[in-house]
């Protein structure tokens, strides 16, 4: 199912067909199985409308979830960018020759977190990991030279500086792991079936062979399709753009 998710084009396909098939079933499997009575047609609208309405509700909450995570993942790249930016003005107050070479690290690192955000491959995200990983203990180990060579509260401000660094990264990688739980995707997808069946067991005369009865699964599919672009970091077409970081290296003087 996570696959599916990461992958919100061919979910719409598979939700779409398994949406269709589920109307198709109620329509000419279930309807002629087990006939509508006319008088049971009232307790049955109610039964529909009760799982519509409870799979409207829990496609707007999922949505919000997926906008919220959104949102984190999006002030968590600023607030890196800012963390980056803050190191990069402080580190001035280190000796010339190590802070020259601090600078270097920190302009290097913004590349790193930059092609970050826009890399969906996935060697190439496990290399940019590595890389950033070997660089983050490179400019911790400058941040206690600094330390250790001068132990005052200018040199402290480095050190905190470069720890408000290293701990936004982690901040953001943790935003692009927490993602809508599977559960809640099983749940509106299964509920989502039964209303189909249930909008197809109750068509009439000519709704059953219309382009009518193919609406409910259509906006059904294309609603949990966005949800699922929003909720993945990596796939579909919505992403956060990492605007700051590229606005961050171009104050630098250096390109992204």
């Not at 309405?53 to 800012?82: C, H, P, Q, W």
């Not at 920190?106 to 826009?118: K, N, P």
């Not at 290399?127 to 990983?133: V, Y």
């Not at 990264?169 to 809640?184: C, H, V």
Request: glycine share 6%.
């Amino acid at each position: 199912m996570a696959a599916f998710v990461d992958h919100p084009a061919i979910l719409f396909v598979a939700l779409l067909a398994l949406f269709i098939g589920a109307v198709v079933f109620g329509a000419f499997v279930l309807r002629h199985a087990l006939p509508l009575p006319t008088d049971e047609r009232d307790d049955f609208n109610l039964v529909q409308t009760s799982t519509l309405t409870l799979l409207a509700l829990l496609i707007g909450f999922s949505l919000s979830m997926a906008v919220s995570r959104y949102d984190t993942r999006k002030n968590l790249e600023e607030n890196e960018a800012n963390a980056i930016g803050t190191e990069y003005a402080r580190a001035d107050l280190a000796d010339t020759p190590l802070s020259t070479e601090m600078k270097a690290a920190l302009v290097q690192y913004t590349r790193l977190r930059l092609a970050h955000f826009r890399t969906r491959e996935p060697h190439e995200i496990a290399s940019n990991e590595s890389k950033t990983a070997d660089l983050q203990a490179e400019l911790w180990k400058m941040a206690t030279k600094v330390a250790k060579a001068t132990p005052t509260p200018i040199a402290a401000t480095i050190v905190t500086g470069m720890n408000d660094v290293l701990n936004s990264q982690d901040y953001s990688e943790a935003a692009l792991i927490n993602r809508i739980p599977i559960g809640t995707w099983c749940l509106m997808i299964v509920i989502a079936l039964f209303g189909c069946v249930i909008q197809g067991y109750g068509a009439k005369g000519r709704l059953r062979r219309g382009l009518l009865i193919t609406i409910l699964p259509v906006t059904v599919a294309l609603s949990l399709t966005l949800i699922a672009d929003i909720d993945s970091p990596r796939g579909g077409i919505i992403h956060v753009q990492p605007q700051n970081l590229v606005r961050l290296l171009h104050s630098l003087g250096s390109e992204s």
